[in-house]
């Protein structure tokens, strides 16, 4: 495995840090990755450990206001920002590896901002797409006098920050998980007003719109998510005409992919493997 780091200039100017893990021989596929929300890029090194076994590369950059990337921590002036900047690492993997198919892979907060990026801008270079415990719907209501805060200072100062309730202990059955994310310097529990009411209504929109998708995608979410809500993810997946599938993990917590074993990057993995190219839901 080859591990590299690199930098993007954002279209705003915002200097955002990546990552990408590729496998030492011949790669049949690529992962565009984008990480969901406090943490960052690095914690998906085990998912391309695992992925490169199977001559899957996987490429990704700590979002703005995240990680290593520029900007106050959880936030971003626009939405659009969040797309402009999925289309600026679509076209670093583009330029990086000409000629490997591209598979948009999104978590969380990074499911969210994924979906839309299907929804909304050009997937012609994509041959497919795995959605993971997206923010469609949250699984809990946020304490009301942090809503009505938000509400209010998203019109005053949407920088405004407040905590992102992430209960590490939700992540992953793993308890290690949680405690390593506890202790992660990269990692932070910040959102600010403008980011959260943005990625909420952006999740409306998805849903709303969901008949449109043109990509081949994998929807999957953990049964025991007590952070964003499987149900929310069952109602996309049910409004895509057969261009989304439903995955639903037993058991299993925020993030599938940090639960003891190698089942679901293995499924995922073989998923990708399956993907004919080109596809035709990305040319028609």
């Known amino acids: 495995m080859s591990n590299s780091t690199f930098s993007i200039k954002a279209k705003d ?9 590729v496998p030492e021989e011949s790669m049949e596929k690529i992962i565009c990755m984008v990480h969901g929300l406090g943490e960052h890029i690095g914690r998906y090194k085990g998912m391309a450990q695992i992925m490169n076994g199977k001559r899957i590369g996987l490429v990704g950059i700590d979002l703005r206001g995240h990680g290593l990337s520029d900007g106050k921590r959880g936030h971003s002036a626009s939405y659009d920002h969040l797309l402009d900047d999925v289309d600026s690492l679509v076209a670093h993997i583009k330029t990086t590896h000409p000629n490997v198919p591209i598979v948009l892979y999104g978590h969380s907060l990074g499911g969210n ?34 809503v009505a805060l938000a509400r209010m200072m998203r019109n005053i100062y949407p920088a405004f920050t407040e905590g992102n309730e992430v209960d590490p202990s939700e992540l992953s059955t793993d308890p290690e998980i949680g405690k390593a994310y506890l202790a992660d310097p990269l990692v932070h529990g910040k959102i600010t007003a403008g980011m959260f009411f943005s ?18 995608t994998l929807v999957m979410h953990g049964t025991e998510d007590k952070l964003t809500s499987p149900e929310g993810s069952k109602e996309f997946v049910g409004k895509t005409d057969g ?41 028609a």
């Open 113 to 146: 901002i994924a979906t839309n990026y299907l929804l909304r801008r050009d997937v012609s270079n994509l041959v497919g797409a795995v959605i993971s415990s997206p923010w469609l719907k949250l699984a809990f209501e946020p304490p009301a006098f942090k």
């Open 13 to 21: 100017g915002t200097n955002l840090q990546g990552r990408s893990w």
């Open 243 to 283: 261009k989304a599938t439903f995955q639903s993990w037993d058991g299993m917590r925020h993030e599938p992919h940090n639960e003891p074993g190698d089942s679901v990057a293995l499924y995922v993995a073989g998923w990708i493997e399956g993907i004919n190219q080109p596809s035709e839901s990305v040319i």
């Open 199 to 216: 990625a909420f209504e952006a999740a409306k929109w998805a849903l709303d719109h969901a008949q449109t998708l043109k990509v081949n």
